[in-house]
């Protein structure tokens, strides 16, 4: 079961324009949520993270928007960089629960 | 400080066969867990170890075993590969019990079974 769902495979955006990369999810139980980057030959690297109990986190030149009722979260980029161009994957997880669940991952390219 | 390495990084082996992956995980975690991911799809959470116990175990048969050594390095073991057993297999190490937060992952080691 796919409780959680990155629907976009690929994403292209200007250098310099905002990145808008989506998640959702099923598991009303999930309360922590985390995007994570992936670099081709490199394991995924933590990017930011949002606890159920906020609905917005920022940090530099990302933010995350936590929707709890449509069960839905977006990573935004602005402004993007050709550097960001990578695997996003989106994560979810129940607090004091090990297993957790990853999207299928979105690429984005950004273009000088 | 030395990040997460694993070995082999590329394996080929023959259905039936057993295969054993290794991780190190970064200097001064104790947790370690293990995630397949298949081409296209995201990682998928077999199990976790930490303090050299198993912690927590997803949705994989046991012939999935793993293990985690006193250096708190790790062992993932398969049993009778099959055919979809081929994956890019990630470790994560991290601190503390509670694996989900501040995850440092491998490269990966890439299994291709035929």
């Known amino acids: 079961d796919q409780q959680v769902k990155q629907n976009s495979p690929s994403l292209s955006v200007q250098e310099g324009r905002i990145s808008i990369l989506n998640c959702d999810y099923t598991?009303?139980?999930?309360?922590?949520f985390l995007w994570y980057k992936k670099y081709p030959a490199e394991g995924p690297t933590f990017l930011i993270s949002?606890?159920?109990?906020?609905d917005k986190n920022e940090d530099g030149r990302f933010t995350v928007f936590l929707n709890k009722s449509a069960k839905h979260l977006s990573l935004h980029i602005v402004p993007s960089q050709p550097g960001d161009s990578a695997v996003y994957f989106c994560?979810?997880?129940?607090?004091?629960?090990?297993?957790?669940?990853f999207g299928a991952g979105t690429r984005l390219t950004v273009k000088p | 400080e030395t990040g997460v390495t694993q070995s082999p990084t590329h394996l080929i082996k023959t259905r039936g066969q057993q295969v054993t992956l290794r991780c190190s995980s970064q200097s001064g975690h104790n947790t370690v867990s293990w995630y397949q991911q298949a081409l296209g799809q995201g990682p998928q959470f077999i199990f976790q170890y930490y303090r050299e116990e198993e912690n927590g175990r997803g949705n994989f048969p046991p012939r999935f075993s793993g293990l985690q050594f006193p250096n708190y390095s790790s062992e993932l073991n398969v049993n009778a590969l099959e055919l979809d057993d081929s994956a890019l297999y990630l470790c994560?190490?991290?601190?503390?019990?509670?694996?989900?937060?501040?995850?440092?992952f491998g490269p990966g080691t890439r299994l291709t079974v035929t």
């Open positions: 994560a979810a997880s129940e607090y004091n629960n090990n297993d957790m669940r």
């Open positions: 949002i606890s159920s109990i906020k």
């Open positions: 598991n009303s139980m999930f309360d922590y």
């Open positions: 994560a190490s991290s601190l503390g019990g509670q694996g989900i937060y501040e995850q440092y």
